[in-house]
């Protein structure tokens, strides 16, 4: 079992910048960030693997986020600058054990934090 708390989440002016943790309880090679807008479907927008660590982006937060983790405080962060309010949304932080891959389907992973919300005004 992998609990995932997420924390970070805050209001901020478009063009700021806003750094999330979701802290694991738990080891798990793929972790990944989610959020999900109101009315939209949850979207992937970044993951990382705990082996080799790889990383993976949504095209929509490319050159604008880094993705990390620190195995010391088993903790993964998601750096978003240039936020736009498009970025609006409850953001979750997501694991999968054993999973070799780590893509950014939200069917593919098994362990969900609560979420942080991050809102972004113009």
């Known amino acids: 079992q992998v609990q995932l708390v997420e924390s970070g989440g805050a209001s901020v002016q478009a063009g700021g910048s806003l750094r999330l943790s979701c802290a694991a309880a738990?080891?798990?090679?793929?972790m990944a960030w989610f959020r999900e807008a109101p009315g939209k479907a949850r979207e992937g927008v970044a993951s990382?693997?705990?082996?080799?660590?790889?990383?993976y982006f949504a095209d929509s937060v490319k050159g604008r986020f880094t993705i990390s983790r620190d195995k010391a405080k088993n903790t993964m962060y998601l750096q978003m600058s240039s936020l736009t309010t498009d970025d609006t949304g409850l953001y979750y932080c997501?694991?999968?054990?054993?999973?070799?891959?780590?893509?950014?389907?939200?069917?593919?992973?098994?362990?969900w934090g609560q979420g942080t919300q991050v809102t972004v005004s113009s």
């Open positions: 997501a694991a999968n054990p054993p999973m070799v891959t780590c893509s950014l389907n939200s069917d593919d992973y098994t362990h």
């Open positions: 738990g080891w798990s090679n793929c």
């Open positions: 990382i693997r705990a082996t080799g660590g790889n990383t």
